[in-house]
């Protein structure tokens, strides 16, 4: 059975910094493009990053690059997500997802992706 389990999530002050986790179970997604999406209150779920399965390809979106960068260690079957100069509105449930195909390309939208963790909020505090 195939997990994604977030972790790093938390209450933070503006400015502040916080690393997520994503650890991946049940197989190996070492040549799978990972990604980051974000749930804000009241609002649809949205890209925040991917990373291709080689690691070569990387996308943001605009709000949050220079701040956010997402990085993975295939030994460990995880991705991570480092966010610093938080702010309240990257206040959200964080979700972790995985492409099952083997694409050269990096997907961004949700349907792309087929296997997602169960979130882990981020509170950013003014």
């Known amino acids: 059975q195939v997990q994604l389990v977030e972790s790093g999530g938390g209450l933070v002050q503006a400015g502040g910094s916080l690393r997520l986790s994503c650890a991946a179970s049940g197989r190996t997604f070492s040549s799978n493009a990972m990604g980051w999406f974000r749930q804000g209150p009241g609002k649809e779920r949205e890209f925040v990053a991917a990373i291709s399965g080689s690691g070569g390809s990387i996308y943001y979106r605009n709000s949050v690059k220079g701040r956010f960068t997402i990085s993975r260690d295939k030994s460990k079957n995880t991705v991570y997500l480092q966010m610093n100069s938080l702010r309240p509105e990257d206040t959200a449930i964080y979700y972790c997802?995985?492409?099952?195909?083997?694409?050269?390309?990096?997907?961004?939208?949700?349907?792309?992706?087929?296997?997602w963790g169960q979130g882990t909020p981020v509170t950013v505090s003014s």
């Open positions: 997802a995985a492409d099952d195909s083997q694409q050269t390309t990096v997907p961004i939208t949700i349907t792309a992706y087929d296997y």
